[in-house]
């Protein structure tokens, strides 16, 4: 399976149902009042976060999500059925991007732990029947509000993977193979660098009752901070584990074993200085090999906590995997700067904004918007309320001072009416 580090979604929540326009009729009264039923509220578009899943592959294949719509309102005051709400479920870590309209991208929320959701999109009010309009000079209105638009966006998903432990060193130090010995996992193994193109995650049992999640970062090159061998895709990975496991390759001399963990540790640390001081398990790969054991015992007298195994044999691998257990245990979980949602707040004079284009007049802004969304302009009542609560809101008298004269042309979202 390709994994899949980043994808963009597009969400639609359901529109609000239609409010009615509607009369009682009941015997023995013939001039019933009003009677349509509301409309029911659009269902809402949720994020939500499970172990189930590691990667964004399925974004791959399937880009756009919509949620159900509201029924429209019925006769007798019944309001119509709510839609379902629609809940889309991502790999935990998953960072969450919103883009509405041709606004700026801003973050939504880090979904970190199982079963955390955030709603992306909002479903659209249901809209009112007309019996929410009668009063005593209009006892028998002849309109109802349209629903709500639902919420539409855009959504970039970000991965990071969410392990205990993560094994990194150059490629083809042996990450893979390890990883495959010690867990279910079954990445790809060749004698070549770079077979690994995407990180794997694995379930390493530690007893009956314990266990911890280790991932295999594929390797990593001088450069890698910056894009090199894909290596800034993978070494966002790391800054979530609580311990790495740096894999040298016994196969190499010590010089170039020295060399390659002086490369992995310098890109760690330009990546994110905080990686710099995580607990890291250093250890020598391969001791099936002729002349590994040697670099071990050469190693062991500059870093007397270094481990030898050799996943072929399985020798060393048991020890390795409690040490990396009692090490998890003690260790801190990372503190990772958190994001913060942006917040955009309108102050009051700033409702709705009027511009000029060419000739015409244009009204922006999100409850001018809606209301113009959900009104009813083949009808005369439905109309008339408009205009009165655009006059409430002053832009009748803003459109006056900017100089808009009888039969003028204004525009709100996709509706055009002339000015009078």
């Known amino acids: 399976m390709q994994f899949i580090d980043d994808a963009t979604i597009s969400v639609a ?3 609000g149902g239609d409010g009615l326009v509607a009369w009682r009729r009941e015997k023995y009264i013939p001039k019933g009042g009003p009677a349509g039923g509301d409309g029911g509220h659009g269902g809402s578009v ?7 899943l590691t990667t964004l592959v399925e974004f791959r294949f399937k880009r756009s999500f919509a949620a159900d719509p509201g029924k429209p309102g019925g006769t007798s005051n019944k309001s119509g059925k709510s839609g379902e709400d629609l809940v889309i479920r991502v790999p935990a870590g998953t960072l969450v991007y919103r883009t509405i309209e041709e606004q700026p991208e801003a973050f939504l929320v880090d979904l970190k732990a199982t079963g955390e959701r955030v709603r992306a999109a909002k479903g659209g009010r249901g809209g009112l029947g007309n019996q929410h309009f009668a009063t005593s000079t209009r006892q028998a209105p002849h309109f109802a509000e349209k629903g709500e638009p639902g919420e539409r966006c855009s959504l970039r998903l970000e991965l990071r993977l969410l392990a205990d432990c993560g094994i990194v060193g150059l490629p083809n130090a042996g990450k893979s193979t390890l990883l495959s010995v010690v ?8 004698d070549y660098p770079f077979t690994t193109l995407e990180p794997q995650l694995g379930v390493v049992r530690v007893s009956e009752e314990e266990s911890f999640l280790m991932v295999d970062v594929p390797g990593l090159i001088a450069g ?3 894009g090199a061998g894909l290596g800034d895709l993978f070494l966002r990975h790391v800054e979530r584990t609580r311990v790495l496991l740096h894999l040298l390759d016994g196969a190499k001399s010590l010089p170039e074993m020295l060399g390659g963990k002086e490369v992995i540790e310098r890109e760690l640390a330009a990546w994110n200085p905080r990686l710099a001081d995580e607990p890291t398990l250093l250890v020598v790969s391969k001791l099936d090999l002729p002349d590994a054991r040697e670099r071990l015992r050469e190693l062991r ?3 007397p906590q270094v481990l030898g195994i050799s996943a072929a044999t399985g020798e060393g691998v048991r020890e390795l995997i ?12 990372p503190t990772i700067a958190p994001l913060e949602p942006a917040h955009i707040i309108l102050k009051p004079n700033e409702a709705f904004f009027i ?7 244009v009204i922006s802004g999100d409850r001018i918007e809606r209301l113009a969304a959900m009104t009813d302009f083949e009808s005369d009542g439905g109309l008339a309320r408009f205009e009165q609560i655009l006059a409430k809101m002053g832009v009748e008298k803003k459109l006056r001072e900017l100089g808009a004269a009888e039969g003028d042309t204004v525009r709100i979202a ?7």
């Open 13 to 15: 929540a359901g529109n």
């Open 46 to 52: 949720y994020l939500e976060a499970t172990r189930e």
């Open 183 to 190: 867990s279910a996992a079954r990445p790809k193994i060749a």
């Open 224 to 226: 890698a901070h910056e």
């Open 301 to 303: 007298e500059r870093f």
């Open 322 to 333: 409690y040490a990396a257990w009692q090490t998890i245990a003690a260790a801190p979980l």
């Open 355 to 361: 511009r000029k284009d060419g000739d015409a007049f």
């Open 414 to 420: 996709d509706i055009e009416f002339t000015y009078s």
